[in-house]
């Protein structure tokens, strides 16, 4: 199974369309929790919906089961910021990522729609994108250039952010205290998470 992921940005809503019918995408599936843009207003969830159906698109907004920004403070930690480790255990979310893999069986060619055009400065990537490679879903991030990314080039691209040194010999290598590549991998989420993360003002319980 496979689906594509692609931030809007502020691109023209002729680029957004070319960019994903160059991949032959029919549904795009909107992850944002709020559909709204004030600097892009093409991408504000009536209109955005009505030009994709126009162009032969099918558009779904799962903004609550995918959105970075979670109704219950049950999926915040103590520093403030949604916990994507959490988010990724609540049933909403479970189920999106059913809903998902079900759309791909019946043939859907499926584009998850964020705001960001960076992958990895989006929870497209850092959240969902990885839950879904890790339930057998490849994602394919379409980059600003057309061309895509994987998980494992957005997983290589944290560890080059965040661990810009870890092939480099220390003491603790040698002696055997270094972090493993899945360690390193695992940190490099979180610390992602932690700078994308929406934080707690005004959520219910």
């Known amino acids: 199974m496979q689906v594509f992921a692609i931030g809007h940005s502020n ?8 960019m994903l019918n160059q991949y032959n995408i029919n549904c795009v599936v909107d992850i944002r929790e709020t559909p709204y843009s004030r600097y892009n207003i093409q991408y504000n969830r009536e209109d955005f919906c009505k030009t994709l159906r126009k162009e032969g698109f099918i558009y779904i907004y799962m903004g609550k089961e995918f959105g970075a920004r979670r109704g ?11 916990d994507f480790e959490k988010v ?4 909403i979310f ?17 584009a998850l729609l ?16 990885r839950r879904l490679n890790e339930n057998g879903i490849n994602v394919k991030y379409i980059l600003h250039e057309g061309d ?50 929406y934080r707690t003002e005004g959520i219910s319980k």
């Open 11 to 18: 691109y023209p809503i002729e680029k957004l369309i070319d």
């Open 94 to 110: 479970k189920k999106g990522i059913e809903r998902i893999k079900d759309g791909c069986k019946k043939g859907y060619k499926i």
């Open 72 to 82: 219950s403070k049950e999926s915040y930690n103590r520093e403030g910021f949604a």
């Open 148 to 197: 895509v990314a994987e998980q494992e080039d957005i997983e290589n691209q944290l560890l080059d952010k965040y661990f810009s040194e870890r092939n480099q010999i220390t003491i603790d290598s040698l002696i055997g205290n270094s972090m493993s590549k899945e360690d390193m991998i695992n940190e490099a989420y979180r610390l992602a998470n932690k700078e994308i993360g």
């Open 88 to 91: 990724s255990k609540e049933d």
């Open 114 to 129: 964020g705001a960001m055009q960076d992958p990895i400065r989006c929870h497209r990537s850092i959240l969902v994108g």
